[in-house]
């Protein structure tokens, strides 16, 4: 079955400390793939996504992902978060008009 | 501006009651979706469209309906079929082109909690 998971449901960093997100997926062929923000009560922002291409690609607020084929993989760094940074992120893959999303990741940031 | 509207922010309903979320865009997106968010569960697909005059079921559309008269608009209704639906819905769009898959742009949400 084709699926998402983004494993990690609750991280907590420092501010200024580096950031990555994990996403896996399962599809029978590469999707497309995002990444998305949403703070509270409000819609999702895209951040970035990989139709094809470079496997390294940059996003909105500093934020970059790599698709890695061989991990079935997307995952999202940045390399000094900020306050700011603090919301759910989720990733989430296209393929053929169905799009799935993960179950989030929720990001605290410390000062 | 372009974008993707939803109103009302907030609403309830009393149990029984069918309730209409409304969903407008200007994007000229031909595509539009409905989506339902829990906590700890993502997005789950209710309905979409990709045409006017045509929708399509997406994994838990019991107990909802939608329409899709003009372009723009993608109204959701909650019925009382809906057994759990204190939730935040989230409305959606996209282009429809070449590529198997296009991004999906975001309106604010509706929450609704049924007293």
């Known amino acids: 079955a084709q699926s998402v998971t983004q494993p990690d449901i609750h991280i907590t960093v420092s501010e200024g400390a580096s950031l990555e997100l994990r996403c896996n997926y399962s599809y029978g062929a590469t999707p497309y793939l995002f990444w998305y923000v949403q703070s509270p009560g409000q819609g999702l922002q895209l951040l970035l996504k990989?139709?094809?291409?470079?496997?390294l690609v940059q996003g909105i607020k500093g934020f970059e992902a790599e698709f890695k084929r061989s991990q079935s993989s997307f995952n999202l760094r940045k390399p000094s978060v900020h306050w700011s940074d603090a919301a759910e992120y989720f990733c989430?893959?296209?393929?053929?008009?169905?799009?799935?999303f993960g179950a989030g990741t929720r990001l605290t940031v410390k000062p | 501006d372009g974008g993707i509207t939803q109103s009302p922010k907030y609403l309830f309903r009393k149990e029984g009651q069918n309730v209409t979320l409304s969903c407008e865009q200007n994007?000229?997106?031909?595509?539009m979706y409905w989506y339902r968010q829990d906590p700890g569960q993502g997005l789950r697909l209710i309905y979409y469209?990709?045409?006017?005059?045509?929708?399509q079921k997406g994994d838990i559309a019991e107990g909802y309906s939608v329409s899709r008269e003009k372009k723009e608009s993608f109204p959701l209704t909650v019925t009382s079929a809906q057994k759990n639906p204190t939730a935040f819905y989230l409305c959606?769009?996209?282009?429809?082109?070449?590529?198997?898959?296009?991004?999906?742009?975001f309106g604010p949400g509706t929450r609704l909690t049924v007293l």
């Open positions: 469209s990709q045409i006017v005059n045509d929708f």
């Open positions: 994007l000229n997106h031909d595509a």
């Open positions: 989430a893959v296209g393929f053929n008009n169905d799009m799935r």
């Open positions: 959606a769009s996209s282009i429809v082109g070449t590529r198997n898959y296009n991004e999906q742009f």
């Open positions: 990989y139709f094809s291409g470079d496997t």
